[in-house]
């Protein structure tokens, strides 16, 4: 009855909001109590209606009232909280569903607080007491209670399993060991589990000293990690001061290229104006002359006529020439030519050498590597997207398909003049340069050369320094009908693999790996290069002449 009654207590101080104790109640005018911050919450939402109601009544209230805490409720709460507590200890001795119950205890079981591997049972605190206290027990083998103790029992015999066999690895009893396990390696549990416990021991010191080694670790990643945020930080700084040293320096030269242009244009305008000034003058004085000479013209007196013709008709020198050459508009247009070109230069240095900037950014080689890919899918997570560059292409090669496909023609093309263009070997680099991980495949026919290359390689002449693979700066597959070949430095290498249309390279840059890949049904490694690349690489193509006209192109993988 007392129960029921505490329990009757907590229903009637419980909010009906949030369905526990009042916390802070108050009390509005229907009689009806709930938590302070239940109530105010209920009514915040309904702060757009300015219409507040009783969450059981639904009594509305306007304004919005004022609330004030129950200090008697309040009160009332506390010693029901405190009430509870003084139970509880008594309660919580009880098993629940989640304990261990004492085998002892008749009606409402109390938790074990002991297991007892002898007697394979559970006990309370009351019924363990005899473990203690009479001699034969006190040999018991006691643990923290366990719902397991039936495990150590054989399911055959019903026994306990005090011996261990090595040969089948499992537990089992005295009849067991004198039947199924006659003549296996035995042991006693007890003995078993000793040698186990050492191994345990040594897998623990094990793992404590990986712990440690871990730990270390760690501590050096972050010195590594503070150092590349100096580093950083440094880098950023000492950049910035370099760009912004150029900029100061362009605008220097810019206010330099506009006062020589406008100074150049001042003088040049004076002298123009100081010439039409005179012409405009010679203009007036030929306008007069030719009026005296109309005069005289005019004149009836023959004998006057002849007295002034003399002096009137003989016309000075021209101070200028009778016409003026007036050269092409381009006074300036060639300083417009002239910056055009740093522009261009300045825009091709720093197109050529940010890639070599983002490649100075040391990686935290202290990190774990990851992985090679196994599998062609795996690989194609690395594709991208490579196009031909039509400024370096030979002329004898058809560049199509979107900057995707070349071919050998006898033909040349008229492509026109380029300083990146290759004039002898028939050869062609990417547009992108290539950095991190990367994969891409080449379907090809007749004679072809697959291969990567710093873009300061050679372009013109046919000697070594400009032919895939005849140099240190071009690493190089060939493939024909007959097999591959690897070239790097002029050193030609056999390579042996299955025959393929199509070839796939993987590029690991910052690991130094170069893979080429025979592709058909399979993925098969026809030659792996490990080196160390000091300049972002492009892609080449090569394609010959023998016999058939050969073609390469650049695969579509996503």
Not at 20 to 34: A, F, I, N, Q, W
Not at 266 to 295: C, F, H, N, Y
Not at 432 to 449: A, D, I, K, M, N
Not at 514 to 521: G, R
């Amino acid at each position: 009855m007392a129960q029921k009654g505490v329990q009757l207590d907590q229903e009637t101080f419980s909010c009906s909001i949030c369905l526990d104790l009042l916390k802070d109640p108050v009390t509005v005018s229907c009689g009806h109590s709930y938590c302070m911050k239940c109530l105010q919450s209920h009514w915040d939402t309904e702060d757009e209606k300015k219409l507040y109601s009783c969450p059981q009544c639904r009594q509305i209230f306007t304004p919005r009232p004022v609330l004030l805490k129950n200090t008697m409720l309040a009160v009332l709460v506390e010693e029901l909280k405190t009430s509870e507590v003084q139970a509880a200890p008594a309660d919580h001795c009880y098993a629940g569903a989640e304990d261990v119950a004492c085998d002892f205890c008749s009606g409402r079981k109390l938790k074990a607080q002991k297991s007892c591997l002898q007697c394979l049972a559970s006990y309370c605190q009351n019924h363990l007491q005899p473990h203690f206290e009479v001699a034969p027990l006190k040999k018991h083998k006691l643990m923290e209670p366990s719902k397991k103790l039936q495990e150590n029992v054989c399911s055959r015999h019903d026994e306990v399993m005090k011996i261990f066999c090595r040969t089948d690895q499992q537990s089992i009893c005295t009849f067991c060991l004198l039947n199924e396990h006659k003549g296996h390696d035995t042991v006693s549990a007890a003995a078993e589990r000793a040698e186990r416990q050492r191994e345990l021991e040594v897998s623990r010191q094990n793992i404590q000293q990986r712990i440690q080694d871990r730990k270390k670790d760690v501590k050096l990643l972050q010195q590594e990690a503070e150092v590349i945020n100096r580093s950083a930080d440094k880098a950023v700084e000492d950049s910035q001061e370099i760009f912004t040293q150029l900029i100061r320096l362009m605008e220097e030269r810019r206010s330099d290229v506009t006062q020589q242009v406008r100074s150049q244009q001042e003088s040049q305008v004076r002298r123009v104006k100081e010439l039409e000034e005179k012409l405009r003058q010679e203009i007036a004085e030929l306008k007069r002359r030719d009026g005296e000479l109309q005069t005289l013209s005019q004149t009836e007196d023959h004998n006057q006529f002849l007295h002034d013709y003399p002096s009137l008709s003989a016309l000075s020198q021209p101070t200028h020439s009778s016409s003026i050459h007036i050269r092409p508009l381009r006074y300036f247009e060639d300083v417009t030519a002239a910056v055009s070109a740093v522009r261009d230069k300045l825009q091709d240095a720093l197109t050529e050498t940010w890639t070599n900037i983002s490649l100075t950014v040391t990686e935290v080689d202290v990190l774990q590597p990851q992985p090679e890919p196994k599998t062609r899918e795996e690989f194609i997570r690395y594709s991208c997207d490579i196009t031909l560059d039509p400024n370096t292409i030979n002329r004898n090669l058809l560049l199509s398909d979107e900057n995707t496909k070349v071919s050998w023609t006898s033909q040349q093309q008229s492509y026109p003049f380029h300083l990146d263009r290759f004039t002898e070997e028939y050869q062609v680099l990417s547009r992108e340069s290539l950095t991190g991980r990367c994969y891409w495949e080449v379907e090809w026919r007749g004679f072809v050369s697959v291969a990567v290359a710093y873009k300061n390689i050679s372009r013109n002449g046919d000697g070594k320094q400009c032919r895939f693979g005849y140099n240190n700066k071009s690493w190089m597959l060939f493939c024909s009908n007959s097999g591959y070949n690897f070239l790097c430095n002029n050193v030609k290498t056999p390579v042996s693999g299955p025959e393929s249309s199509r070839v796939g390279v993987y590029l690991d840059h910052s690991a130094g790996i170069l893979s080429f890949y025979s592709i058909s049904e399979t993925m098969t490694l026809l030659h792996r290069v490990h080196t160390t690349f000091t300049q972002p690489l492009h892609a080449g193509l090569w394609a010959g002449r023998w016999m058939v006209c050969s073609t390469a192109e650049l695969c579509k993988l996503t």
